[in-house]
């Protein structure tokens, strides 16, 4: 199974336009709003990058409960391996949004890429994000991971962030060069069980499938505490995208937005997840879910960038307002 959660992406700031866009988005859109959205459409077809994982469930939501169709958007999803394939589909015009994690993405941005940002899809909660240990590891405290490797899907990205966020306010610092080895999310257990790396930093549903199929044993929750609450990850277009479609952006986030509502209710999740990923429904009902937030917070989305750059993530602050307008929602 793929099941792959970081994404490279980033896009500077947000023209008038499209800060007009997301007020309107924000509003949840009154009677003449609604109207106005399936006529007036830039585009009416989309094709979106997407990923085989419990963070964008709202777009397949959307999809499948018409809210796209309702606002006079077909929708397409493409597959992507990685968040890295979205970025130069996004430039190329191949796509025309993407999900992705907003660390890689903010670091795209430092780096040059146009990030708009236009709907949040994905926060941390307890479980969702934990340091995992194999059953008869002599591993028992994060104290005693220093000196040990442990596997994370991408180094220097969302995986070793939350660790680092999580063990250093514990008195616990990690190297980054040599503490941190890149694993799949799927091989983290097999990893584990064979002994080659001393702990994993796993996202669901690896971790409960490690906890059932080799006893591995949780040690850190990086969902609480100092991560808790922390957001993953969003939709986000380029910033010539956004100028040119103003009205296709709106549409297509009022969609979302109903979407992440109906995410409220966890069987919501449980049903569409195995109609977009290798996650079967019993397995579904076991995961430790996530927060998906129903409006876009500036001041939220701020933090990802602060701590990056407390954790040596980013050279130079970044504004995440100029990303997504002059409206927070």
């Known amino acids: 199974m793929r099941f792959l959660r970081t994404h490279r992406t980033v896009t500077p700031a947000i023209a008038t336009i499209a800060a007009l866009a997301l007020t309107i988005t924000a509003c949840g859109g009154s009677d003449s709003e609604e109207s106005s959205s399936s006529s007036g459409l830039e585009k009416t077809k989309l094709t979106v990058g997407m990923l085989p994982i419990q963070d964008a469930a709202q777009l397949k939501v959307a999809i499948d409960k018409g809210y796209f169709e309702a606002e006079g958007l077909t929708v397409e999803m493409q597959m992507l391996g990685g968040g890295a394939e979205a970025v130069p589909k996004l430039q190329s015009g191949n796509i025309d949004l993407a999900i992705g994690a907003w660390v890689p993405f903010f670091q795209a941005k430092a780096g040059g890429f146009p990030l708009h940002i236009v709907a949040d899809a994905f926060q941390t909660a307890s479980g969702t994000h934990q340091i995992i240990v194999a059953k008869d590891s002599p591993i028992q405290t994060v104290q005693d991971l220093v000196g040990k490797k442990m596997a994370v899907n991408v180094k220097h990205n969302l995986a070793t962030l939350l660790v ?49 199929a080799i006893g591995a044993r949780m040690i850190a929750d990086l969902g609480v505490g100092p991560m808790g609450d922390f957001p993953v990850g969003g939709w986000v277009s380029t910033e010539k995208w956004s100028k040119e479609n103003p009205n296709t952006e709106a549409a297509f986030k009022r969609a979302i937005i109903k979407a992440q509502q109906d995410l409220a209710d966890p069987q919501v999740l449980v049903e569409v997840l195995p109609t977009y990923t290798q996650i ?35 050279d130079k602050p970044i504004d995440v307002k100029t990303l997504v307008g002059s409206t927070s929602n």
């Open 164 to 212: 680092q966020g999580t063990l250093q306010p514990q008195g616990v610092k990690l190297d980054e060069d040599s503490s941190f080895v890149a694993v799949p999310f799927p091989n983290m257990q097999a990893a584990l069980k064979n002994g080659s790396v001393d702990a994993a930093q796993c996202v669901e549903p690896f971790c409960t499938g490690a906890q059932q």
């Open 280 to 314: 079967d429904a019993k397995t579904a009902a076991t995961l430790k879910r996530g927060v998906y937030p129903t409006s876009l917070d500036v001041d939220r989305l701020q933090r990802v960038a602060d701590v990056m750059q407390q954790y040596g993530y980013l």
